[in-house]
């Protein structure tokens, strides 16, 4: 019987966390937008100030998924958010409850944390993801949309300051 074990990345870590960044990308459809490197991710997830956390769930020691997180603030609740940046379990692996385990560890960080919201985007055409999110218990803010901003744009706005 395997033995499923949650841990918080170390620095030692950033070459696995940028593999399962690519991993990731690569199911999504998005390996081309990957940019980050391993300085990149050190500095981000282990200088001063730390921007994110990682956990990696390990199946009997072996690495097999990964969440990336941070801490947002919803001024409405007057608390910390905890948003969950990207969660992925290797495909071999899915069905084996480790994504659920991963969530209900986030979810236990948030409360002992005491944020207000535990939040998370999914793209649209990843229904398997959907359907699990709503098993859960989550559920779709539909009336929201994210802007984002990158490159060029992010340059000529900042310049106007």
Same mark, same amino acid.
């Given at each position: 019987?395997?033995?499923?074990?949650?841990?918080?990345?170390?620095?030692?870590?950033?070459?696995?966390?940028?593999?399962?960044?690519?991993?990731?990308?690569?199911?999504?459809?998005?390996?081309? +937008?990957?940019?980050?490197?391993?300085?990149?991710?050190?500095?981000?997830?282990?200088?001063? *100030?730390?921007?994110?956390?990682?956990?990696?769930?390990?199946?009997?020691?072996? *690495?097999?998924?990964?969440?990336?997180?941070?801490?947002?603030?919803?001024?409405?609740?007057?608390? *910390?958010?905890?948003?969950?940046?990207?969660?992925?379990?290797? *495909?071999?692996?899915?069905?084996?409850?480790?994504?659920?385990?991963? $969530?209900?560890?986030?979810?236990?960080? +948030?409360?002992?944390?005491?944020?207000?919201?535990?939040?998370? +985007?999914?793209?649209?055409?990843?229904?398997?993801?959907?359907?699990?999110?709503?098993?859960?218990?989550?559920?779709?803010?539909?009336?929201?949309?994210?802007?984002?901003?990158?490159?060029?744009? $992010?340059?000529? $706005?900042?310049?106007?300051?």
């Amino acid at each position: 019987m395997s033995q499923f074990r949650i841990r918080p990345a170390s620095e030692n870590d950033v070459p696995l966390i940028l593999t399962f960044i690519r991993d990731l990308a690569r199911y999504e459809r998005l390996e081309h +937008a990957v940019v980050a490197t391993e300085d990149i991710l050190r500095e981000s997830l282990f200088g001063q *100030p730390r921007f994110a956390e990682v956990l990696f769930g390990e199946e009997d020691g072996v *690495p097999v998924a990964f969440a990336l997180f941070f801490h947002n603030f919803s001024t409405f609740v007057g608390r *910390p958010g905890l948003y969950l940046e990207d969660v992925f379990v290797k *495909p071999e692996k899915r069905g084996c409850g480790y994504g659920k385990a991963m $969530l209900a560890r986030l979810a236990s960080i +948030a409360v002992e944390r005491n944020c207000g919201r535990f939040e998370w +985007a999914v793209l649209n055409w990843n229904t398997p993801a959907i359907d699990f999110y709503k098993s859960l218990g989550a559920s779709p803010v539909d009336d929201w949309t994210i802007f984002r901003m990158t490159g060029t744009s $992010l340059e000529a $706005l900042a310049e106007r300051d």
